[in-house]
């Protein structure tokens, strides 16, 4: 399975981006796909997650009621939308896929998946 983001680049303050992920190489749809950042100076954090049952999506407090996850219309494909950026957002998006374990609810930590894309920059500045 191959995981790739796109979508990174730079924005002012308030601004929006979307992030594109894809998982190729899975006939089957993944358990769940998410994104985690890494932001300068600090460890990796969960951001957002969607559940192919339901689906459902879960959110960090940070980024909730500005970013919304969601599925693409191909299999294994999801968008992050982000909206009113702010500086603090700026860092390293991270793609994720599959889960390892059953769970349904939350955000899931970052052992949990399976599958890792290499990242995509984003940059919050005026």
């Known amino acids: 399975l191959h995981v790739a983001e796109s979508g990174g680049g730079s924005v002012q303050p308030g601004g929006s981006l979307i992030l594109f992920c894809e998982a190729s190489?899975?006939?089957?749809?993944?358990?769940?796909m998410g994104w985690f950042r890494q932001l300068p100076g600090k460890e990796r954090e969960g951001v957002a997650v969607?559940?192919?049952?339901?689906?459902?999506?879960f959110y960090a407090d940070s980024v909730q009621g500005r970013f919304t996850i969601s599925e693409g219309k191909t299999l294994n494909t999801v968008y992050l939308q982000m909206n009113n950026l702010k500086p603090e957002d700026s860092g390293t998006y991270f793609c994720?896929?599959?889960?390892?374990?059953?769970?349904?609810?939350?955000?899931?930590?970052?052992?949990?998946?399976?599958?890792w894309g290499q990242g995509t920059q984003v940059t919050v500045s005026s």
């Open positions: 190489g899975y006939t089957s749809s993944a358990k769940a």
């Open positions: 969607v559940y192919s049952r339901g689906p459902a999506t």
């Open positions: 994720a896929a599959d889960l390892r374990s059953n769970r349904y609810y939350g955000i899931p930590k970052e052992a949990e998946y399976r599958y």
